[in-house]
């Protein structure tokens, strides 16, 4: 019974009721991943699971058996930032800095879902492969509130990255 | 070792404009970046102390009445539980912003609905929640006043009355009288209120999520009857604070008195809920605006009135007439404030708290007038713009309200000639345009900054202040970087220990202007030392690149130290200068709205703010405070409202899925000109604040444009779909 976060594993909870949030957090020591509401609203605790983004505090740690968790820590160091942290530098894609891992972590995972041709709100045509517009940009970070409002900045740091990688 | 500079007269040297280093302005990006991007950046609750107690607090279901009894047994034997706190030195409310005092301590009054009436200490986090749900109390409840219309208001003790407004009123050519109510606002700051208390027999070592240290320490100090000396506040970093961490909030109170108790550190987090429920909120408002021109488009009348509300005993009242008093000119003039005693959670500072609501509703009633007399609403704006204050005759430091608009009305494309509203559509949508001033008043405070440099060329500047998003790790080692002659790597900023030298924190735009003075009062007093070693007077001499150069000789930085350090604090305050003149920001706002027909749903496509607050300091980070500016431009005009239960005054929308923030999708690209300047009245530095600007009268903008696009004219502020739905004309 063991989770892996960023190549490490670890053993799971004794108390059930730890979220995956508060495990990250308190147990694996990774205070990257942040908690804004701890009821799924706000998206600062997104991590990415199997590939997938979630929002880590609406999940119990001891459901993740096996699984793969990838935190903010895991995406890039100080001394390695990944492209998308380094260009939420370069565009100053934050101002307080709390819901910036949510949103880098998200994404990260938001980049891979076009790729795969997952279809949004913003997509017009859903049988088509979906183009990274500003619109589909905005619409599938809107689950990661920012108060600051530094949202503009996230999309151009976002938008650069989505350039050079296709 | 300290230097002391005391303004009382316009600074007009402007240093930092023939210094060389050139880093000064400049969009650098933030040196705590790769920190925050990384997840390294440590927040209030994320120390890792051993034996760390998690507490939670419990709340209260009612809103007004008594405590009676806590039956502690009912959760004392439940696995992990070490302490149920009940304690009189615990505060109830969130104490106000520059109060440096605990007014309100003790649980068992309770005021509000949602206040802490106890803490539950466990071992995990999970036990103590589990436990604080548990807790059996008794209590008594009483009735209470929760709607502001309902009660006889406090009279405004200083209104300003000037003329005979009722005459110029019926003698205008053209005039409004309206009446507008505004919503009561959260911050919402996304990182909730957390503590780690930590007392070790002698000092008590707090890791808090706190804006103003200064004033803080002696909050704490206060409430918990212990000597400053005996107190150590810690916000390096903080998520967020919008005015909501001002003061000394109620989990900082309640870990101190555990950790004090049980001899073992503490760590309170609220949980959103409780953020909502007992921080701070900005008080709704009523207000009647009066404004009346002549044919030549000049206001004669000018009133401004406002309801607004708090709990008992509390002396913050939202200043909604702030920047009323001065923005624009008209001789018959009536501006007062009234305040009702309410029963819902403590009223306080909430970013721009006046402007915020004043100002929006202020523009819009400027739009409808502009309407009325047949005037481009930026000519009737730039027809009124006031040489002196019209109640003081005060005169303005610098000024840029009139370039702001026609700068912002050029980039915007804006086309004042014909405002016939419902001219455009597109589909289902209705496009409009409309436009507002911004204004903010300056503020500035007394502010210590240590600045250090040593053998090794490099430098440190250490101060109390904080960075909560604002970019203060930025700017400040921007100036001393500029006045030393250092790149921005080679001055390292450490903030937010109330170790270091203090000053006033963050809040009411005044960080910048005050911390930002003493880094550079502090740094001249060293260039004065260094050019004291050399024997040159400190103006023949050139400091760029750590290399200090003069006619015709030249020294490396860290060659003049050797191998000793060099400390200078700074220490700046505002003398008279600050009741000599009128010290404030400007700008304007310009929007596109789309109206849905069927839904009444406004979406913002395009907005510009143009705004003048002298220096700027880095044009990256005052951008970014400007987008955040107008972001919150967006959540007032369209969505932010708290609800409370007219029956028993609990707060209905106490999260943030119920509470609507803009989100990501609501935020076209906006485009933001910093218009420059020097305001030598502001500070040494010739730079105002930044931080609130941007959401002063932007939501009137949206609110003009929503008219101007589909005809619905509202008094209300946020404007929901289903107002919207219901105002908008048939087609």
């Known amino acids: 019974m063991a989770l892996n976060i960023n190549g490490n594993s670890f053993d799971l909870p004794n108390d059930p009721r730890t979220s995956l949030l508060d495990f990250i957090r308190r147990e694996a020591g990774l205070t990257g991943s942040k908690k804004g509401c701890d009821h799924g609203q706000c998206g600062a605790c997104t991590v990415i699971v199997n590939g997938e983004r979630i929002n880590s505090c609406l999940t119990l740690a001891v459901m993740h058996d096996g699984c793969s968790v990838t935190t903010i820590e895991g995406l890039g160091t100080l001394a390695e930032p990944s492209a998308l942290q380094k260009a939420f530098v370069d565009h100053d894609g934050y101002q307080c800095g709390y819901c910036t891992p949510g949103q880098i972590c998200s994404a990260t995972a938001m980049l891979d879902e076009i790729k795969a041709g997952m279809p949004s709100d913003a997509t017009d045509d859903i049988t088509a492969a979906p183009t990274l517009t500003d619109e589909e940009i905005r619409e599938r970070m809107s689950g990661n509130l920012c108060r600051c409002g530094a949202y503009p900045n996230i999309v151009a740091a976002i938008r650069e990255v989505a350039g050079e990688a296709t | ?731």
């Open chain 2, 1 to 731: 070792m300290s230097a002391h500079l005391i303004q009382d007269e316009p600074d007009t040297r402007n240093v930092l404009d023939r210094t060389t280093q050139g880093i000064i302005g400049k969009p650098l990006s933030r040196p705590d970046g790769l920190l925050k991007v990384t997840g390294t950046a440590t927040y209030a609750s994320e120390y890792d102390i051993e034996g760390c107690l998690e507490g939670v607090l419990v709340t209260a279901p009612f809103a007004k009445g008594e405590v009676t009894s806590i039956d502690d047994s009912s959760v004392t034997g439940m696995p992990g539980v070490v302490a149920v706190l009940n304690d009189k030195r615990m505060t109830p409310r969130a104490i106000q912003g520059t109060a440096g005092e605990a007014p309100h301590t003790g649980l068992c009054k309770v005021d509000y609905w949602g206040q802490p009436i106890a803490l539950v200490v466990a071992e995990t986090f999970e036990q103590a929640r589990d436990a604080a749900k548990h807790l059996e109390i008794e209590f008594n409840s009483e009735d209470a006043i929760f709607d502001p219309a309902a009660c006889t208001p406090e009279p405004d003790d200083d209104p300003t009355r000037q003329g005979d407004l009722g005459k110029a009123m019926s003698d205008a050519e053209h005039s409004v009288d309206l009446k507008f109510t505004t919503e009561s606002h959260a911050s919402a700051a996304m990182e909730p209120h957390a503590a780690i208390a930590q007392w070790d027999g002698d000092t008590l070592t707090v890791h808090a999520s706190l804006q103003m240290l200064n004033y803080n320490i002696s909050e704490l100090a206060d409430a918990m009857k212990l000597d400053e000396s005996k107190v150590r506040l810690v916000a390096r970093y903080v998520g967020g604070g919008f005015g909501s961490k001002l003061g000394v909030s109620q989990d900082i109170v309640a870990a101190s008195v555990a950790t004090m108790q049980l001899g073992r550190p503490v760590r309170v987090v609220m949980s959103r809920q409780q953020v909502f429920q007992n921080v701070m909120r900005r008080s709704e408002t009523s207000q009647r605006l009066r404004l009346a021109v002549d044919h030549h488009g000049k206001l004669t009348a000018f009133g401004h009135e406002a309801l607004v509300s708090n709990l008992p005993e509390e002396d913050f009242a939202e200043p909604v007439l702030q920047s009323s008093h001065f923005l624009y000119a008209g001789k018959n003039r009536l501006l007062q404030s009234e305040t009702a005693r309410i029963h819902r959670m403590t009223a306080g500072s909430v970013r721009a708290p006046g402007e915020a609501v004043g100002m929006p509703v202020l523009e819009a009633a400027m739009g409808e007038l502009a309407e009325k007399a047949g005037i481009d609403p930026v000519q009737l704006r730039l027809d009124n713009i006031p040489t002196k204050h019209p109640a003081t005759g005060k005169p303005f430091g610098s000024h840029k309200l009139a370039e702001c608009l026609q700068r912002g009305a050029e980039a915007f494309g804006w086309d004042g000639s014909d405002r016939t509203p419902r001219q455009r559509r597109e589909g289902e949508w209705w496009i409009g345009t409309g436009m507002a001033s911004a204004a903010r008043v300056h503020n500035v405070g007394e502010a210590k900054a240590r600045v250090t440099l040593h053998d090794d060329g490099t430098a440190k500047v250490e101060t109390d202040m904080t960075d909560i998003g604002t970019g203060t790790y930025t700017i400040l080692g921007q100036i001393a970087g500029e006045m030393l002659g250092l790149s921005q790597s080679d001055v390292l900023t450490e903030l937010g220990d109330t170790r270091f030298p203090r000053g006033p924190g963050s809040g009411g735009s005044w960080g910048a202007a005050s911390a930002g003075s003493a880094v550079f009062v502090a740094c001249e007093a060293l260039r004065e030392e260094i050019a004291q070693k050399i024997g040159q007077p400190v103006d023949a001499l050139t400091f760029k690149d750590g290399l200090v150069s003069w006619d015709d000789g030249s020294v490396i930085l860290a060659d003049i130290a050797n191998g000793e350090n060099f400390t200078k604090e700074g220490h700046f305050e505002p003398g008279d200068i600050a009741e000599d003149y009128t010290a404030s920001g400007f700008g304007a706002f310009f929007a596109e709205v789309a109206v849905n027909r069927w839904t009444g749903e406004t979406r913002v496509r395009r907005m510009t703010g143009a705004f003048g607050f002298g220096r700027v300091l880095n044009a990256k980070t005052a951008r970014s405070q400007c987008l955040g500016g107008m972001v919150w431009c967006i959540g007032s005009a369209l969505t932010e409202s708290l609800m409370f239960d007219p029956t028993d005054g609990h707060l209905v929308n106490p999260d943030l899925a119920e509470y609507h923030v803009p989100v990501n999708r609501d935020v076209p690209d906006l485009d933001v000109l910093l218009v420059e300047e020097r305001d030598a009245v502001a500070s040494p530095i010739q730079a105002k604040g930044i931080g609130e600007l941007g959401m002063c009268g932007g939501a009137g903008a949206i609110a003009n444009a929503i008219y101007n696009a589909c005809g619905a004219r509202l008094y209300v502020f946020p404007m929901t779909p289903d107002k919207v739905l219901a105002a908008m004309p048939v087609d």
